[in-house]
């Protein structure tokens, strides 16, 4: 016979993907996903790293290492369930026009046992970030959330019991981005003949949160989509608090 669980249950859910993508000219090569890690609903540790001496494709591609982590757990002096996602890059140089000392993406989610989960991107960062030669500078939003949240109450379509599924909006954690090659959206760097990179996209959905720290989006000599790091996550509860 089952023992009754008069508590609550909670489901983990969380990701952790160091770097990925696919290049498709000059040549077809498919990415996978490195240093891919994901939480057990149980909640508890996942860890992965590169293998020994990072990552390289020919010439065009060089990142020294790639690690990441996840955990989740229960706190009962917080009455929260928390989860926190990592994943860091080392040593990037995509064709000597995006270099990186490091770029480390990281999500922390508290789910009270009552009330609304807070997110938190507080220790993502980028360092020495530099875009066809130039030092791009960016800040975060210091209250992501809240400019998250002013973003998708302007849709109506956005509500937390009744958005259709499927339902996200796409927007960027980015505050403030200085540089010369900014695009038409303040996230966005172009680079003549080499493609565009998009920086601190933020996807938002009434129960999740991801953040992929850069998109390179290639074309003309070169062309295809390389992206990382990437963390996203949240969890459920189950059955709901009335």
């Not at 909640?43 to 990552?55: D, K, L, M, T």
């Not at 860091?88 to 770029?103: F, K, S, V, Y």
């Amino acid at each position: 016979m089952h023992k009754k669980i008069d508590e609550p249950l909670f489901q983990f859910h969380g990701h952790a993907v160091g770097f990925a993508g696919r290049l498709t000219r000059p040549f077809d090569v498919p990415i996978d996903a490195i240093a891919s890690c994901a939480l057990p609903p149980s909640g508890g540790y996942a860890s992965a790293r590169s293998r020994e001496g990072g990552y390289k494709l020919r010439e065009i591609i060089r990142i020294g290492r790639i690690a990441s982590q996840v955990t989740g757990s229960k706190h009962e002096e917080e009455g929260a369930w928390n989860t926190v996602c990592i994943s860091t890059i080392e040593h990037l140089d995509i064709l000597g026009q995006i270099t990186a000392d490091r770029i480390t993406a990281v999500l922390s989610v508290k789910r009270p046992f009552r009330g609304d989960p807070v997110f938190s991107l507080a220790g993502s960062r980028f360092e020495n970030l530099r875009i066809a030669g130039e030092r791009v500078d960016i800040e975060f939003h210091p209250n992501v959330e809240r400019w998250a949240e002013d973003a998708v109450r302007q849709d109506p379509k956005f509500n937390l019991h009744s958005t259709p599924p499927g339902f996200c909006v796409v927007t960027s954690a980015v505050a403030n981005l200085r540089c010369s090659r900014v695009a038409d959206a303040p996230n966005v760097v172009e680079i003549p003949q080499f493609g565009r990179i998009v920086l601190g996209e933020y996807w938002i959905t009434p129960y999740s949160r991801s953040l992929t720290m850069f998109r390179a989006e290639m074309g003309c000599g070169y062309e295809g989509r390389l992206e990382g790091p990437n963390v996203g996550g949240n969890g459920v509860r189950y059955p709901p608090y009335p």
